[in-house]
């Protein structure tokens, strides 16, 4: 089965040997790794990622992974603040499973080619009680879309506005196969409103289950506690092991190295989709870094999922991303996992059977 289902790194991204070798320098530089520690994560790497974001390592909360950490914050921002939750419209699936769990009353804000749209914003911000914002706003999954930085800039400006917290979830804005970064909302507002999250799982390793949260000091002695009550402290090992591939300036060669990997799966599927498709009735995204590209088409994406599996090719339909159950016509093409080579064939199967 070529995937197109997996927002996963290709196996080549993947450096053991680089991993193995941090990981081994980081449990004989400091052996309190493998004992109990702080609920909030590696105070060193918290240091550092604090000094990155500009604040104190305290608001820096190390998580297993970023979904572990919107699991806190949500079930955080729902119990102190009652109200709606925002999310884009598609947006990522697995915090729209979180948010039903917890019975959360979710509002779907339309987007365009430019993200989120603010207008739509307004209008549910005025509408009623809101909880928080979630948004991702750099390759967003699903749609591989960024929202352009007038967009943010007013995002930011309706957040103070109506004094809502955002959750601005960022795991693939390094993942930049070219032009310029837009700046993070965290950045515009301050981080009084907003709380950056991102994680380690697309730029070095997603086994690695490291993500981190940027949140306002007090609610992240909160979400620390909560973390401390659910698994007492969070595996120091791999968060050391990230550290240590920092401090010996690693992570940046890695990361150039995963860019050229995972560009080179981007234009193969961008390149095949033009080939295949170019002219006719299906349209997609253009992302310029990410996971991900979001095709629109003339038919149901249920019944073309169907027929791919048989064919052998698999991705995730539209309409897993709506919490609303729109999405019907769409669909979420991940290019970071299949090899160029099967991206390429994997696209003309799609094709034949939309011709079809
Ligand atoms: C937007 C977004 N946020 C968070 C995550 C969770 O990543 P992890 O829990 O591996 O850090 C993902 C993973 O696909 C994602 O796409």
């Known amino acids: 089965m070529i995937s197109f289902a997996r927002g996963a790194p290709a196996p080549e991204c993947l ?7 941090c990981a081994r320098s980081a449990i004989e530089a400091d052996p309190s790794v493998l004992a109990y520690g702080s609920g909030g994560g590696y105070a060193p790497l918290r240091e550092s990622l604090g000094a990155r974001h500009g604040v104190e390592p305290g608001r820096v909360l190390l998580t297993t992974g970023g979904l572990q950490g919107f ?18 419209a598609p947006t990522y699936d697995r915090p729209l499973k979180v948010l039903a769990r917890l019975g959360a009353d979710v509002v779907a804000l339309p987007m365009d080619d430019e993200g989120l749209d603010p207008d739509a914003l307004a209008r549910e911000l005025a509408a009623g ?26 995002v930011v400006e309706l957040a103070a506005e109506h004094g ?24 515009l507002e301050g981080g009084t ?29 909160r979400i620390e506690a909560r973390a401390v009550s659910t698994y007492i ?20 060669p890695n990361l150039e190295r995963i860019r050229g990997l995972l560009k080179a799966r981007r234009d193969a599927m961008r390149g095949a989709l033009e080939r295949e498709l170019g002219g006719g009735d299906a349209t997609w995204s253009e992302p310029q870094g990410g996971y991900f590209l979001w095709v629109d088409v003339p ?3 249920a019944d073309l999922l169907q027929r791919a599996e048989a ?3 698999t991705f995730v339909k539209g309409s897993d991303f709506f919490p609303n159950g729109a999405g019907e016509r769409s669909a979420r093409l991940a290019f970071s996992y299949a090899s160029p080579s099967e991206i390429d064939s994997g696209v003309s199967t799609l094709a034949s059977l939309l011709r079809a």
């Open 164 to 187: 809502v917290p955002v959750l601005e979830d960022d795991p693939y804005g390094l993942v930049r196969y070219e032009g310029e970064a837009p700046p993070s909302l965290f950045d």
């Open 311 to 313: 064919a052998g090719v």
């Open 71 to 88: 699991v806190f914050y949500a079930e955080e921002l729902l119990g102190s603040r009652p109200g709606r939750v925002l999310v884009e």
């Open 129 to 154: 009680e809101t909880s928080f914002l979630y948004t991702i706003p750099t390759f967003q999954n699903p749609s591989g879309r960024t929202l352009s930085t007038d967009r943010r800039r007013r």
């Open 299 to 301: 038919g149901e994406t």
């Open 15 to 21: 450096d053991a040997d680089l991993l193995a070798d």
């Open 233 to 252: 402290s969070p595996p120091f090992l791999t968060q050391a092991t990230v550290h240590e591939l920092m401090t010996r300036g690693a992570f940046e």
């Open 193 to 221: 409103l907003v709380t950056y999250a991102s994680s380690f799982s697309k730029t070095v390793a997603p086994g690695l289950r490291v993500g981190w949260f940027v949140a306002p000091a007090e609610l992240a002695a």
